[in-house]
Structures are given as structure tokens and as C-alpha cells.
């Protein structure tokens, strides 16, 4: 079993959608979890960053995590054409920068 | 992209023949990452360093090695190359503040393709 589990999509919806991606895991002690949106071509940029469990908005975008059923979330939105692309999860158990884990990632295409 | 240039940006070389991929960044960050992303599997980690001339193994190191001899550069050497080293390759920063856990800043990849 992999530590992240992501559903890889493709996952299409109409411009002004509510868009939900989601994340689960199995490692209890992760407590750091991050958001990266990918798009083609280009390397993953940070889009949120969390710590412990809760919610936290920027702009358009919603990052929820529930520690107690290992699952976290990212809102988008108004879906925008310009928010098509892949988004990747990612989570830490530790302050230790190597032992970042990543799911692999949904593609999202938002469709005019 | 943070910082972070990686070259060359795209490759295409022989089965048998070393390849070594740079990453160059401008932020002095301490910790510096190499990743490989494949179908399938996401971006999983091959070596990393903590330091100038410090550097330790990732989830799928074998058939590479890393140097870091200035805090700015951090090479990738595949030592013969094979077909399946073929991917996507990613170079991270992270500043890692004692203490504190930072997360990763990524560089724009490089495409090799090992025929």
C-alpha cells in the first residue's frame, strides 16, 4: 500500500465549477501537507501549505486536512481554464526535508 | 521557478553512456533534491543533499550518483544510462530552517529520453 493515495482523474468540469481533490494516507504521524499544481511541461509550484489539521483559504483555493480519517482536500473555487492541470498532494511526518511523500497526482481540465 | 534553473532542459542519449544533469539555484538554500517523475508513480525521490559535499539516498538512488560541491549546484550522474532512467527529472530547494519543517520549491525538469 502506498503511503498517499490520490485518484489520478482525469477529472473535467464546466468553467465556475466547485472543484474537490482529494488525498488519503496511511501514515498517522504526518502532520505537514502541502498542495503543488503542475502544469504541463513545467515542474510542480506550491499552491497551499498546511499544518496539523484544519482549514486554510487563499483567494479561490480551500485546503482542508482531517487527521482523524487521514484525508485531506483542496477546494477550488469558480474553476477557472486557467486552473487546468495536474494538482499533486504532498505530506511530511517530521521536520526532516526528506521524507516528503506525494501522491501522483489528478489531472484536472476546466472546460470554457 | 523559485530560483532553481536545470540543464539541459531536455536530452536524448545512448543506452551505456554516463549523463549528468545540473541543478543551479540563487536562494543559498541549504537542502537541494533530485526527483524522478514517471507515469504512475509520481515523483519519487533519488538523493538529496544537506550540504556542500553531504548527501544521502532516496527512495530509488541505484544507477545514480549526486555531488554538491558549492552550495548553489547540485549534479546528477547517471552512470550508464538505461532505458528505464528514461523520465522526467526534478531538482528541489528547501531553505529547512532548524526547527521548522519547509517545504520544497521545484525546478522546471529535465526530459531525458535513453534510447
Known amino acids: 500500500q502506498k503511503e498517499v493515495e490520490q485518484d489520478p482523474g482525469p477529472l473535467s468540469v464546466p468553467e465556475g465549477a466547485i472543484v474537490s481533490l482529494n488525498c488519503t494516507y496511511s501514515?498517522?504521524?504526518?502532520?505537514?501537507f502541502m498542495w503543488y499544481r503542475q502544469y504541463s511541461r513545467k515542474g510542480p509550484e506550491l499552491l497551499m501549505y498546511t499544518y496539523s489539521s484544519g482549514n486554510k483559504e487563499d483567494g479561490r483555493f480551500t485546503a482542508q486536512v482531517d487527521k482523524s480519517s487521514k484525508y485531506i482536500s483542496l477546494f477550488i473555487r469558480d474553476s477557472q481554464p486557467s486552473d487546468s492541470a495536474t494538482y499533486l498532494c504532498?505530506?511530511?511526518?517530521?521536520?526532516?526535508?526528506?521524507?516528503?511523500?506525494f501522491g501522483t497526482g489528478t489531472r484536472l481540465t476546466v472546460i470554457p | 521557478d523559485a530560483g532553481i534553473t536545470q540543464s539541459p532542459r531536455h536530452k536524448v542519449t545512448e543506452t551505456g553512456t554516463p549523463v549528468t544533469l545540473r541543478c543551479h539555484q540563487t536562494e543559498n538554500h541549504r537542502y537541494m533534491y533530485w526527483y524522478r517523475q514517471d507515469p504512475g508513480h509520481g515523483l519519487r525521490l533519488i538523493h538529496y543533499?544537506?550540504?556542500?559535499?553531504?548527501?544521502d539516498k532516496g527512495e530509488v538512488s541505484d544507477g545514480y550518483s549526486v555531488s554538491r560541491s558549492k552550495t548553489e549546484d547540485f549534479l546528477l550522474t547517471l552512470e550508464s544510462a538505461t532505458s528505464s532512467q528514461t523520465s522526467v527529472y526534478f531538482c528541489a530547494i528547501s531553505p529547512l530552517l532548524a526547527g521548522g519543517q519547509e517545504t520544497q520549491y521545484f525546478g522546471p525538469g529535465t526530459r531525458l529520453l535513453v534510447l
Open positions: 501514515n498517522s504521524a504526518f502532520q505537514y
Open positions: 504532498a505530506m511530511s511526518d517530521q521536520t526532516g526535508a526528506n521524507n516528503l511523500f
Open positions: 543533499s544537506y550540504g556542500v559535499k553531504d548527501t
